[in-house]
C-alpha cells in the first residue's frame, strides 16, 4: 500500500520560501509521476506541478517560474521548492499519484493515492 506523507508547511511573509517535501513509503518511488495539488477554503482544489519518473516537470500557469518540483529517488521523496510567495498562495497542500509514469491529463486525472496535506499560510 503505497502512502504518501506531506510535510514542510507553515507561515510565511509575502516573498518568502517554502520547501514541501513528498516522503513515500509502500513502494519505490522510481517508476511513477507524483503531482501536487493545494486547495484554498471555498476553492476548488488546484493542479500545481507534477513530475514524472524521467524528471520532466509540468506546471500550473500560476506558479511558473516561482515553484520548483524536484525528486529523490533514492530518499523517496518529492519536493516542491516555493519561492515568491504571495496570499494567493495560501492553501492545503497535497501529493498525490497514480502510479502511472507519465504527467499526461495529470491534473485531471483520478489519482489513487494521497497525502494527508500540509498548510501554507502566506501572511504579513
Known amino acids: 500500500q503505497v502512502q504518501l506523507v506531506e510535510s514542510g508547511g507553515g507561515l510565511v511573509q509575502p516573498g518568502g520560501s517554502l520547501r514541501l517535501s513528498c516522503a513515500v513509503s509502500?513502494?519505490?518511488?522510481?517508476?511513477?509521476?507524483i503531482g501536487w495539488f493545494r486547495q484554498a477554503p471555498g476553492k476548488e482544489r488546484e493542479a500545481v506541478s507534477c513530475?514524472?519518473?524521467?524528471?520532466?516537470?509540468n506546471y500550473a500557469n500560476s506558479v511558473q517560474s516561482r515553484f520548483t518540483i524536484s525528486r529523490d529517488n533514492a530518499k523517496k521523496t518529492v519536493y516542491l521548492q516555493m519561492n515568491s510567495l504571495n496570499p494567493d498562495d495560501t492553501a492545503v497542500y497535497y501529493c498525490?499519484?497514480?502510479?502511472?509514469?507519465?504527467?499526461?491529463?495529470?491534473?485531471?486525472?483520478?489519482?489513487?493515492?494521497w497525502g494527508q496535506g500540509t498548510q501554507v499560510t502566506v501572511s504579513s
Open positions: 498525490a499519484t497514480d502510479l502511472q509514469p507519465t504527467c499526461a491529463g495529470w491534473s485531471h486525472r483520478s489519482l489513487d493515492y
Open positions: 509502500g513502494s519505490t518511488l522510481d517508476n511513477y509521476a
Open positions: 513530475i514524472n519518473r524521467w524528471m520532466s516537470t
